[in-house]
């Protein structure tokens, strides 16, 4: 097991003192989806590699895209290079990453299905992901945190259960609505799953650990509370049980109004605000109880300009004395200009 710095409690990097609920000047700065084909380099190794998952498999491809975007722009964290659907590939699901398609599943719709998947996490291939997280570790400046992740399981759920990137979330509501005893089992599998994931990514180096729920927008209240807010509360917990130091960040992106009391319902130490809620609104009903980390609209950042001037001015002065991670509301597009990334990073952090 490698040292986790973070267990000391001790630490100067700015990433953590933020999410343990200390406000930084400058505000630290990272991106979801900072590794990815907005960079030619990231484009180059991807070819190297052949499929989209032989890069998520090979430590010292992943390593590299993983260091690419910190090593470029100075970012105050590296995110591990990697997908929330290694989780569903790990349990025995077909998973295949189609150019320009995005990714197809072979469905899992009913109790007889999750039944044929494997009843443990494969590591054959989570092992090549560990190593990349390892590896890592030991390639930081000493300034600059390393994030591991999750899919939250809803929304890996969704696309076990729709076979892909969802419109309507047709299926998988149908079965959670009309089955949900039977619909529990397929949650509780992946939680069951994420814990151990993430737990073996923080005994690997990582320092924080990030749950992605990026279609919490698309339950009704109820069924929000029973499907997102307590299995992140049961993953949380679990996290602090065996790793009380270890920063618990959680994106319920498009959870609207279910983004009041998240933080209080679920534990979290960080919460990801998606770009649709106001700085001043976030900064007065959210940051009180807990670290916040957003939420400039990706095509904000992908327009640059005065338009990105005026946008970051506005979120920095609403968030920045309070506990705040600067970040995007949603990933990096891929047709962004890497300079207007470089010019990011320099407003946020010149005064
Ligand atoms: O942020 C990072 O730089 C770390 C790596 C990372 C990836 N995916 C790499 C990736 C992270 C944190 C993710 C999370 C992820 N993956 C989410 C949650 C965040 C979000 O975007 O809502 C989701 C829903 C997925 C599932 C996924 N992976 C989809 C739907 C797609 C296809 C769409 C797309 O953007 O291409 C992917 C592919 C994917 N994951 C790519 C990357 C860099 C592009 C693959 C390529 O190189 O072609």
């Given at each position: 097991?490698?040292a986790?710095r973070?267990?000391?409690?001790?630490?100067?990097?700015?990433?953590?003192?933020?999410?343990?609920?200390?406000?930084?000047?400058?505000?630290?700065i990272?991106?979801?989806?900072?590794?990815?084909?907005?960079?030619?380099?990231?484009?180059?190794?991807?070819?190297?590699?052949?499929?989209?998952?032989?890069?998520?498999?090979?430590?010292?491809?992943?390593?590299?895209v993983?260091?690419q975007p910190?090593?470029?722009?100075?970012?105050?964290?590296?995110?591990l290079?990697?997908?929330?659907?290694?989780?569903?590939?790990?349990l025995g699901q077909?998973?295949?990453f189609?150019?320009?398609?995005?990714?197809q599943?072979?469905?899992?719709?009913?109790?007889?299905?999750?039944?044929?998947?494997?009843?443990?996490?494969?590591?054959?291939?989570?092992?090549?992901?560990?190593?990349?997280?390892?590896?890592?570790?030991?390639q930081?400046?000493?300034?600059?945190?390393?994030?591991?992740?999750?899919?939250?399981?809803?929304?890996?759920?969704?696309?076990?259960?729709?076979?892909?990137?969802?419109k309507?979330?047709?299926?998988?509501k149908?079965?959670?609505?009309?089955?949900p005893?039977?619909?529990?089992?397929?949650?509780?599998?992946?939680?069951d799953?994420t814990?151990?994931?993430?737990?073996?990514?923080?005994?690997?180096?990582?320092?924080?650990?990030?749950?992605?729920?990026?279609?919490a927008?698309?339950?009704?209240?109820?069924?929000f509370?029973?499907?997102?807010?307590?299995?992140?509360?049961?993953?949380?917990?679990?996290?602090?049980?065996?790793?009380?130091?270890?920063?618990?960040?959680?994106?319920?992106?498009?959870?609207?109004?279910?983004?009041?009391?998240?933080?209080?319902?679920t534990?979290?130490?960080?919460?990801?605000?998606?770009?649709?809620?106001s700085?001043t609104?976030?900064?007065?009903?959210?940051?009180?109880?807990?670290?916040?980390?957003?939420?400039?609209?990706?095509?904000?950042?992908?327009?640059?300009?005065?338009?990105?001037?005026?946008?970051?001015?506005?979120?920095?002065?609403?968030?920045?004395?309070?506990?705040?991670?600067?970040?995007?509301?949603?990933?990096?597009?891929?047709?962004?200009?890497?300079?207007?990334?470089?010019?990011?990073?320099?407003?946020?952090r010149?005064?």
């Open positions: 097991m490698v986790n973070t267990n000391s409690g001790q630490t100067r990097k700015p990433l953590l003192l933020a999410l343990r609920g200390k406000a930084q000047l400058p505000p630290p990272w991106l979801m989806r900072q590794a990815g084909r907005y960079l030619t380099e990231y484009r180059n190794l991807r070819d190297q590699a052949g499929s989209f998952l032989d890069l998520c498999y090979n430590p010292k491809l992943a390593t590299a993983t260091l910190v090593n470029r722009f100075g970012f105050d964290a590296a995110i290079f990697s997908d929330i659907l290694l989780i569903p590939h790990a077909d998973v295949k189609i150019e320009r398609d995005g990714p599943l072979s469905p899992v719709r009913s109790v007889r299905d999750v039944d044929k998947l494997n009843s443990e996490l494969d590591f054959a291939h989570l092992a090549a992901v560990y190593e990349t997280v390892s590896n890592v570790a030991t930081l400046s000493e300034h600059v945190t390393l994030i591991g992740f999750a899919g939250a399981p809803w929304t890996v759920a969704t696309y076990m259960v729709e076979g892909r990137t969802s309507n979330f047709d299926l998988i149908r079965w959670a609505f009309s089955d005893i039977g619909f529990e089992i397929l949650i509780s599998r992946l939680t799953a814990i151990i994931h993430l737990c073996k990514q923080i005994e690997a180096g990582a320092e924080v650990v990030q749950l992605f729920e990026s279609w927008g698309v339950l009704p209240a109820k069924e509370l029973r499907w997102c807010i307590k299995p992140v509360k049961f993953i949380t917990e679990q996290i602090k049980e065996r790793f009380p130091n270890v920063p618990v960040v959680a994106f319920p992106r498009g959870a609207g109004t279910g983004y009041t009391g998240y933080a209080e319902a534990g979290v130490d960080g919460l990801g605000v998606d770009y649709t809620l700085p609104w976030v900064a007065e009903r959210l940051q009180p109880n807990v670290a916040i980390q957003g939420n400039l609209d990706p095509a904000v950042l992908l327009v640059g300009g005065s338009a990105m001037k005026a946008a970051v001015s506005e979120i920095k002065l609403a968030l920045s004395s309070g506990p705040f991670v600067f970040n995007l509301g949603h990933g990096v597009l891929p047709q962004t200009p890497p300079e207007h990334v470089a010019e990011l990073v320099q407003l946020v010149e005064d």
